[in-house]
T-cell receptor, first 113, second 113 residues
């Protein structure tokens, strides 16, 4: 069965430090890949997505993610974290031809001043 | 005005009561989804609909039912609420391609006592 794993439940980084959030998926073919962010009390907002082409994708708010087929990973990165980035981050995959999303468990990011 | 709206935003109810959560969208999308979010579990798909005449069960449909009254409206019902249905519920919409992102409403926080 398809699955998505975000190994880190909570991450704390200092403001200005770099960030990497991990995401691994289990699926036979290359799925469509997404990262969403959920700020407190809000719905989910798309940060970026990958479905083909360049394996390094750029998103909003200075985020990027790299698809690595050999590792079945789609890790999210940001070179310098801002206090406003504190939120919960979800990786999601859409297995081909299903129109559905499978979400990881989420990673809560805390930013220290 | 928000593109995807959910009513109510918060609801407290008692075990055994019937409750309906409503979702409306102004994006003109054909596809609509209902998810529930529980801490540590991410979002899980309850039901989804690819058009007005199409309703499909998701990962966790037991205890829930849905109605697609129009392209813009998709309601989720709990026929007899139970405490383990206490969760945050999200509606989402998307266009027709599997690679299209989903747009989320602000969520409904449901508590079943």
């Amino acid at each position: 069965a398809q699955s998505v794993t975000q190994p880190d439940i909570h991450i704390t980084v200092s403001e200005g430090a770099s960030l990497e959030l991990r995401c691994n998926y289990s699926y036979g073919a290359t799925p469509y890949l997404f990262w969403y962010v959920q700020s407190p009390g809000q719905g989910l907002q798309l940060l970026l997505k990958y479905f083909s082409g360049d394996t390094l994708v750029q998103g909003i708010k200075g985020f990027e993610a790299e698809f690595k087929r050999s590792q079945s990973s789609f890790n999210l990165r940001k070179p310098s974290v801002h206090w406003s980035d504190a939120a919960e981050y979800f990786c999601a995959v859409s297995p081909g031809n299903t129109g559905k999303l499978i979400f990881g468990q989420g990673t809560t990011l805390q930013v220290k001043p | 005005d928000a593109d995807v709206t959910q009513t109510p935003r918060n609801r407290i109810t008692k075990t055994g009561k019937r409750i309906m959560l409503e979702c409306s969208q102004t994006k003109g999308h054909d596809r609509m989804y209902w998810y529930r979010q529980d801490p540590g579990l991410g979002l899980r798909l309850i039901y989804y609909s690819f058009d007005v005449k199409d309703i499909n069960k998701g990962e966790i449909s037991d205890g829930y039912s849905v109605s697609r009254q129009a392209q813009a409206k998709f309601s989720l019902s709990l026929e007899s609420a139970i405490p383990n249905q206490t969760a945050l519920y999200f509606c989402a919409t998307s266009e027709t391609r599997d690679s299209d992102e989903q747009f989320f409403g602000p969520g409904t926080r449901l508590t079943v006592l």
